[in-house]
């Protein structure tokens, strides 16, 4: 489906993550985040970073690989986005939600 | 004959052979051997002494003698000409354990010799078996080191080195409580002391615990819990247990289609589910879990899936990924780095269920890859991550799902188009009673390589009522 965000249209499954990574651009992200309660920070950004890399290299996304990644320990990863860090970092990232799956 | 008892007969047959696993992820392990070096041969002089012009024969290593390797050997061993290859196993533990017994050992429904025998009752004539642990793998020199100083160089390897419980991932996981308070089931050890445990329990809070995923069998924790409610019911206690059941999942399962189904059977038995959990650390001393959201669940007893990894072999040879697992092609089975490598069953890093029954249907796809590959032919891209999973639901009953990379588990039947006499996604005593069968299709069929009727290594999907599909 259609969503209007950040004066753009981006296409959304049920949940609202992006179906389509190329329509993402930071704004969008920045009023996702808002939508969730987050406001965005530097450090917010470098995990969005971090893990649109791993998006774009099809690597799987875990809670292990961010512990590993050095890029933040768990606990600060669940101070920034507090309730699900993985699940809301990506939807503000714009990439499909992580399937811890199998 | 007449008709109907015909047709019992073939019901009958049907029931013996087709109920395929699942739950079972391979199978094997645990004695040490002291140091019994069967072969000290150097592999490499194997001659054909049958050609007039001996030649240097090749050789096929097969690391790992669970299910998946064991299904390699025997299904290899009839494929490759003698004179040509030698196949090699190579396992650190002779005793080979049918590890979906492991879900029912601690209720007392197997006894400890229902669930293991000797390993090397199932290599086949012609294969050379070794007990030996292995050191190193070198793939840039095609030679594999074992830890008594032998090696052994290959023209292919195949990797079915499993994946194991790591308790020592979580702080205060494999504490002082380790196997009193805090149990896993996924170990013959752990599930032998948990019997132990129920057998003299006054009840309290039993919690069911994922700790991260991937995990073996996936379903296992779910069937643990509902085999806990129908056991204590059982004994006339189940007013005294108080069931939870904590996953890092948002739900019960990792299919949507039959976390619904799973959810409702939760429910119903009075299990409560606390979702979303991603446990930070077992406080052992003042009895709870604590995740990194702060939430805490208390218990009396601790049944968990520890992190599940790849074989430590993996690391020090460097050819896995974060979880020790190896990165292999979907599809062909070949792995990412080394076009003479392959792997399969829970060593790779496939998004598939780390399960027998998976580890069977890329046995036969992998055996005739490996045919292609030695005649130089394109490898098939054949495997769909066909998975078959009984789900012990207690009382008698079980559910049969069968899903894919791409496909939901669904309802229909299984495995004859609208006859069955399996019910996919459907609590039912026919599914318990092909459970309860496979364990004899397991050890006289599946790990000898005896090709089991009518269920192929991809899905079918006859008979079954498909929804769309997301990726």
């Given amino acids: 489906m259609d969503k209007t965000i950040a004066q753009a249209t981006i296409s959304v499954d049920q949940e609202g993550y992006l179906t389509d990574f190329s329509q993402w651009n930071k704004e969008i992200g920045t009023e996702i985040a808002h939508e969730q309660g987050i406001e965005m920070t530097d450090k917010h950004w470098e995990i969005i970073d971090y893990i649109q890399d791993k998006f774009k290299n099809e690597e799987p996304l875990s809670i292990r690989g961010i512990k590993k990644s050095g890029v933040i320990d768990i606990k600060q990863f669940y101070a920034l986005f507090p309730g699900g860090p993985l699940k809301k970092a990506t939807m503000i990232a714009g990439i499909p939600k992580p399937k811890s799956c199998i | 004959m007449p008709e109907s008892s015909l047709n019992r007969a073939i019901y009958n047959y049907n029931l013996l052979f087709f109920n395929v696993l699942c739950n079972l992820s391979y199978t094997r392990k645990r004695q040490k051997l002291t140091n019994v070096i069967l072969v ?141 308070s805090v149990f896993d089931f996924y170990t013959y050890e752990g599930a032998k002391a948990l019997r132990d445990k129920f057998r003299e329990w006054e009840g309290g809070k039993l919690v069911v615990h994922i700790t991260e995923m991937p995990i073996k069998c996936p379903v296992a924790p779910l069937e643990f819990a509902f085999l806990a409610d129908s056991y204590f019911k059982n004994k006339g206690m189940r007013d005294k247990v108080d ?50 959201a702060e939430t805490e669940v208390p218990y009396d007893i601790l049944v968990t899936v520890p992190t599940n990894m790849g074989d430590a072999l993996i690391e020090r040879s460097g050819m896995g990924d974060d979880l020790n697992y190896v990165p292999t092609n979907k599809a062909t089975l070949q792995t990412d780095d080394y076009e003479n490598i392959f792997a399969l069953g829970d060593a790779t890093n496939l998004p598939a269920s780390k399960a027998g029954s998976v580890a069977h249907f890329e046995a036969e796809i992998l055996t005739e890859n490996i045919l292609r590959y030695i005649n130089g032919e394109p490898l098939k891209e054949e495997f769909d991550g066909h998975a078959n999973c009984f789900i012990e639901t207690g009382g008698g009953k079980a559910l049969l799902i069968d899903f894919n990379y791409t496909h939901e588990p669904v309802e229909g039947t299984f495995p004859f188009p609208g006859v069955g006499p ?50």
């Fill in chain 2, 243 to 292: 069931i939870t059941f904590v996953t890092p999942l948002g739900g019960a399962f990792t299919k949507p289609k039959a976390t619904q189904a799973l959810h409702h059977l939760l429910t119903d038995k009075g299990i409560t589910e606390v979702t979303d959990f991603n446990i930070e650390r077992v406080d052992y001393e003042n009895n709870k879990i604590i995740d990194y």
């Fill in chain 2, 40 to 180: 000290n041969t150097p592999y490499y002089y194997f001659y054909s002494c049958n050609s007039q012009n001996p030649k240097v024969m090749k050789n096929l290593v097969i690391l790992g003698a669970g299910t998946a390797g064991t299904m390699m050997s025997n299904h290899l061993v009839s494929k490759l000409p003698k004179n040509e290859w030698q196949i090699t196993v190579v396992d650190q533990y002779k005793t080979h354990y049918y590890q979906p017994g492991f879900l029912f050992l601690p209720f007392d429904i197997y006894t400890t010799k229902q669930v293991k025998k000797k390993g090397e009752k199932f290599i086949p004539k012609g294969v050379n078996y070794i007990n030996e642990k292995i050191d190193l793998i070198q793939p840039e020199d095609n030679k594999v080191l074992l830890e008594n100083g032998n090696v052994l160089p290959y023209d292919i390897l195949i990797i079915a080195t499993g994946t194991k419980i790591a308790p020592e991932e979580i702080e205060g996981m494999k504490g002082p409580e380790w196997h009193k």
């Fill in chain 2, 422 to 471: 399996l019910n996919l996604l459907k609590e039912s005593r026919t599914n318990h009673m092909g459970k309860m069968a496979f364990r004899w299709v397991y050890w006289n069929m599946l790990i000898k390589g005896i090709h089991i009727p009518f269920v192929s290594a991809t899905m079918s999907e006859k008979g079954k009522h498909f929804e769309e599909t997301q990726a």
